[in-house]
């Protein structure tokens, strides 16, 4: 057999009372509140709506997420150096989705600025490999034509 509000209400501010001290103003405000949140919850259990979600958006601007030491996660608003394929496959998404969802350019690092850097920085100190050197010329070489 299920309660009924007034006495789920009822309970919940009996316990509320036993570890606070309450005025009875206070006793009336909660149990109108309680009340109301209880039916309002009821209300929305029976038209089988859905709860409002905080994912009405991104967490922040898009271009502001991609910051000097951090990048912050559009979808849950945590922070990291990179956002790995696996983060991003905890909220269903490539790396790809993830860009064309929030408006990136494909070729759009997602790691923070100064990592970005530090692995432009890596590869310029280590030169050009030997065959992609070639396939550029190769490649001028066509365009030349």
């Known amino acids: 057999m299920t309660k009924s509000l007034v006495e789920m209400t009822a309970e919940i501010i009996q316990s509320q009372i036993s570890s606070t001290e ?7 405000e909660a149990l109108k509140d309680t009340f109301q949140t209880l039916k309002s919850l009821q209300d929305i259990e029976a038209v089988g709506a859905e709860m409002p979600t905080e994912e009405s958006g991104p967490v922040m601007e898009p271009k502001k997420s ?4 951090k990048v912050v996660c559009l979808e849950c608003g945590q922070e990291f150096k990179m956002l790995s394929p696996k983060h991003l496959k905890s909220h269903g998404l490539t790396a790809k989705e993830y860009r064309k969802k929030y ?7 997602l790691c923070a600025k100064s990592l970005s850097e530090r692995r432009s920085q890596s590869g310029k100190e280590r030169g050009l490999p030997p065959n992609l050197r070639k396939a550029i010329e190769a490649r ?3 365009k030349s034509k």
């Open 66 to 69: 991609i910051q000097k030491n």
């Open 103 to 109: 408006g990136f350019s494909a070729r759009q690092p």
């Open 140 to 142: 001028t070489k066509k």
């Open 22 to 28: 309450m005025t009875t103003d206070e006793v009336k």
